[in-house]
């Protein structure tokens, strides 16, 4: 079955997926969102990317494969977090409301990337 790359789901699956990365990239790097600016608990969020690259890479930007890649990309932002909170990075400047407020937006972007690519998929 051939999928329609220049669907409209397809297009809104990219721009939420780049979105979410320059954004990402910008706050960690910019503010950090794991402690202060230059916290080195942030290079983290260069993991999750890196998931999502690769991702794009093995799926050769094909529908059903970028869906598996944003959702394990969604899953990497995720276990930023849960290890962030373990080990209690970040604070006194990060709490655990503010780590997992901005990590669950990231989360949700990248799930919801996911969705639109698996939807594409479908036609």
């Not at 320059?22 to 960690?28: A, C, G, K, N, R």
């Not at 969020?45 to 799926?59: D, S």
């Not at 969604?74 to 962030?84: D, P, R, S």
Request: proline share 3%.
């Amino acid at each position: 079955m051939r999928t329609r790359i220049n669907s409209t789901a397809y297009r809104a699956a990219i721009g939420v997926a780049l979105a979410a990365a320059f954004i990402l990239v910008w706050l960690s790097l910019g503010v950090g969102i794991i402690g202060k600016d230059g916290d080195p608990a942030n290079l983290m969020y260069f993991g999750v990317l890196a998931v999502g690259i690769i991702g794009a890479i093995i799926a050769r930007l094909k529908p059903y494969g970028m869906a598996r890649a944003l959702f394990a990309t969604a899953l990497a932002q995720a276990l930023v977090a849960v290890i962030a909170l373990i080990a209690g990075l970040g604070l006194p400047w990060s709490g655990p409301t503010e780590i997992l407020g901005l990590n669950g937006f990231f989360i949700a972007l990248f799930a919801g990337s996911g969705w639109l690519f698996r939807r594409a998929a479908r036609g």
